[in-house]
């Protein structure tokens, strides 16, 4: 077994030393190299020539003077150059246990799969490792949002924000990759069609130095999964919009023709569910519904989540009129604004999710087996 572990470094220095002895332990019996693809303004390539003249296995560096898409960037440049097809991708702050690299190898071997993805989120992995509680929610949060965006494609990964991960070169167009950030494996995910597996792992504390999460990062990230997802939630947005144009006119109408506020904004309320879901239908989810539950089944779905989403929204509202004295159409825009990213992220993921591939009954297979010997060719 021939192995790249590509780790993309940005002031790394103190965890060098640490993650080359144990990639090293952990690679014992294979061919395999470590590759730092470095973006450091510190003495991070320093700290890699230094652990080189030591290590069991080859340890090669890229310094690059003008880093190019974050660590995405960083991450392409060591696909590039790895001298091996199978490519395991890690941080190089040892939050990525070098130990689990037999296990990603082990599944891989096993055949059927072009990418190995080590998940947080799967079986009896753990997040643990994160700095707090905020950054535990803000990252599953984000993971429910990028599997809303892209239902299909991740609808058998759990974590496509880990950083840790196996994959085979030959596999992808490493030119077509556009990165725009640190998550780079939702880019490999998203641009083909790739035969995906897990292995679960935990998450461990940080080695050394400080973490590089920051607003900054988020941004970038928001970017990135808008450029690659930009058309089914542009499409969403954009229905999205003009119900709730026509929700607003039609609660301004209802109110200067005297109509109460409440019986008003349930009435715009059920004609744009009704308007938006035909739209959705035709223009949004048309590539998903072969794959999703029935129609009915999908308008039921997503009938009754807007009807509680609006049970809720409607008190909410209520109380900004009263509280805040915002007329009720302000009122209304703000908490429909509110409402569109969890109504896509449902629609994405519930409504018109992948029906779940279920075995015929006994007594289906039965009548089958016997129309299918019924049907096949004889002699006389």
Known sequence: MQVTVIVPTFNEAPNVAELVQRVS????????????????????PAAVAAAAATAAIPVRLIHRDRPTGGLGGAVVAGLRAAAFDVCIVMDGDLQHPPEEIPTLIDRYERGEVDVVVASRY????????????????VSKLSTA?????????????????????????????????????????????ARRPLRVCEVPFEFA??????????LREGLHFFAQLTSLRFGKMSLFAIIGGLGAIVNLLIVWLLARAGVGDIFAMIVAAEVTILGNFVLQERFVFSDMKSDASGVWSRFAKSFAFNNTELLVRIPITALMISTWHLSVVIATAITLVVAFLVRFMFHSLVVY????????????????????????????
């Open 145 to 189: 949002l990028t599997k809303a965006m892209f239902p299909i494609r991740l609808k058998d990964v759990s974590d496509p924000m880990t950083g840790f991960f196996l994959v085979d070169r030959r596999s992808i167009d490493v030119d077509a990759l556009r990165p725009h950030g640190f998550k780079i494996l939702l880019e490999l995910l």
């Open 205 to 214: 504390d940080r080695h050394a130095g400080a973490s590089k999460a920051s």
């Open 353 to 380: 999710a992948p029906r779940s591939s279920r075995r015929p009954s006994k007594m289906r297979a039965f009548v089958e087996e016997i129309d299918q010997q019924a049907m096949s060719p004889g002699e006389l």
């Open 122 to 137: 799967s079986g009896t992995g753990s997040a643990a490792g994160l700095a707090d509680r905020t950054r535990i929610a």
């Open 25 to 44: 332990a952990a690679t014992v019996g294979l061919e395999a190299e470590i590759l730092f693809v470095d973006d450091s303004t510190d003495a991070t």
